[in-house]
């Protein structure tokens, strides 16, 4: 398994833009596929978007379809999380999580290594 770490949250209005990171380290590390998921509170944990090991495959959740975008430097085994025109219904924990064996999951099941979170807020 990997060990990530989740950096770059904040308190922001909404129609501003933030970038999350999640390093990660540990044995092939790069060879993963990552995600980004979420949780605000009283809900479940929820997806968000997932690219697969090369950075060719990204899947992304209908609510979050171009305002959100996923990229990843394996030569720094970091995934990022771009996210414009947020929204205060995007206020949330968001959790990195990495997988070796499932290229699109959605669930938080399909998942096997995840962060420690990091708080997004986003003020109306």
């Known amino acids: 398994q990997v060990q990530l770490v989740e950096s770059g949250g904040g308190l922001v209005q909404a129609g501003d833009s933030l970038r999350l990171s999640c390093a990660a380290s540990?044995?092939?590390?790069?060879?993963?596929?990552m995600a980004w998921f979420r949780q605000a509170p009283g809900k479940e944990r929820e997806f968000v978007v997932g690219?697969?090991?090369?950075?060719?495959?990204?899947w992304y959740a209908d609510s979050v379809k171009g305002r959100f975008t996923i990229s990843r430097d394996n030569a720094k085994n970091t995934v990022y999380l771009q996210m414009n025109s947020l929204k205060p219904e995007d206020t949330a924990v968001y959790y990195c999580?990495?997988?070796?064996?499932?290229?699109?999951?959605?669930?938080?099941?399909?998942?096997?290594?995840w962060g420690q979170g990091t708080q997004v807020t986003v003020s109306s």
């Open positions: 999580a990495a997988t070796r064996s499932v290229v699109g999951g959605r669930g938080p099941g399909d998942f096997a290594s």
């Open positions: 540990g044995r092939a590390a790069s060879s993963y596929s």
């Open positions: 690219i697969g090991w090369s950075g060719g495959s990204r």
